[in-house]
């Protein structure tokens, strides 16, 4: 038996790489295309590199599936391209780290911006597994978000004066 562990969904975007690109680097960005109700605000500045972090209030009960309450997290930046790919892992009071992976991979396109959104949970540890935590965030999840994002950054067309 097969056991998923990564969730990849895709959307094109109606604005460039540069401008999708500016939202997720930004940890207000983060916040404000979050689909989940979790992320309820963040610290730190636009992040620019591997290795780079920001701070994220959380609050699990948005989700009704355990009782974390609020909570800080830190992201951490762990692959990072400008205008094309950013992947991030999360920390704070983690014992053992937990090792899930979050990304946005972005791919200029006709008519904009085709962005792949993607959550892996493949590398957790062994203390993680089995406890019925993971995924985190379902497929809809990263669909809905995709959704946000686009809201966000695309352009309203003009329609004509009648």
């Known amino acids: 038996m097969t ?13 460039s790489p540069a401008a999708v690109f500016a939202v997720l680097t930004d940890p207000a960005g983060h916040v404000a295309i979050d689909s989940s109700g979790m992320l309820q605000s963040a ?4 992040v620019g590199q591997v290795g780079d972090t920001f701070v994220v209030h959380m ?3 948005s989700l009704n599936d355990f009782p974390l309450g609020k909570y800080d997290v830190t992201v951490e930046i762990t692959r990072f391209e400008p205008d094309a790919l950013i992947e991030w ?13 979050y990304g946005y991979q972005l791919e200029p396109a006709e008519s904009g911006t085709l ?15 089995g406890k019925g935590i993971f ?5 809809a999840g990263l669909r809905a978000t995709l959704g946000i994002l686009a809201r966000t950054v695309e352009q309203p067309i003009s329609s004509p004066s009648r």
């Open 3 to 15: 056991t998923v562990e990564r969730f990849e969904v895709q959307r094109t975007i109606a604005a």
């Open 43 to 46: 610290e730190g500045k636009p």
């Open 59 to 61: 609050d699990r009960e």
């Open 89 to 101: 892992t999360i920390g704070g009071n983690f014992t053992p780290a937990i090792n899930h992976l």
């Open 115 to 129: 962005v792949t959104s993607y959550y892996d949970w493949s590398q957790i540890g062994d203390d993680y597994r």
């Open 135 to 139: 995924p985190v965030i379902p497929e």
